[in-house]
C-alpha cells in the first residue's frame, strides 16, 4: 500500500482526538459548531477519522479539522471522499486535504523515526 501512496501514513496507536466543522459549502463561506472525531490515521495530504455523526461525502463541502499533534495545534481544510458506516453503528471517513502540507509531513517523518528508534530498542 506504501507504494501507491504518496506519503508516509502515521497510525495512531491511541486515536488522536480533534474536531470538524464545515468551513465552506459552494465556495460560500459558513459558521457552525464544532464536532468531537478520532483520528485514526494521517499524512501529509489526508487523515482518517470515525465518528458518530453523519457528513456527507461532496466535492462542494470543505470541512476544516482542528488537532493537537507532538504539541503542535493543527489546522487543515479537506473534502471527505470516502465514507464507510461501521459495525457498531458509528462512520469512518476518509479526507483529502486541499492543499499538500510539508509541515504536517515533517512532522509525521519524525513521528515515524521515533517510532522505529523506540521498536529496535
Known amino acids: 500500500m506504501l507504494g501507491r501512496r504518496k506519503h ?10 480533534g474536531t470538524i466543522e464545515i468551513s465552506e459549502i459552494k465556495n460560500r463561506k459558513i459558521v457552525t ?3 468531537a472525531i478520532l483520528i485514526k490515521d494521517i499524512c501529509g495530504n489526508g487523515l482518517r477519522f470515525s465518528t458518530e455523526l ?10 476544516k479539522f482542528d488537532f493537537l499533534l507532538t504539541n503542535h495545534d493543527l489546522s487543515f481544510h479537506g473534502k471527505i471522499v470516502r465514507r464507510d458506516q461501521l459495525q457498531d453503528g458509528t462512520y469512518e471517513y476518509g479526507v ?17 523515526q521515533k517510532i522505529l528508534r523506540n521498536s529496535a530498542s
Not at 509541515?103 to 515515524?112: D, R, Y
Open 8 to 17: 508516509y501514513r502515521h497510525y495512531f496507536k491511541e486515536y488522536a482526538k
Open 54 to 63: 453523519r457528513f456527507l461525502a461532496s466535492d462542494v463541502i470543505i470541512y
Open 96 to 112: 483529502q486535504f486541499i492543499e499538500e502540507h510539508k509541515f504536517l509531513t515533517h512532522i509525521i517523518n519524525k513521528l515515524s
Open 33 to 35: 459548531k464544532k464536532a
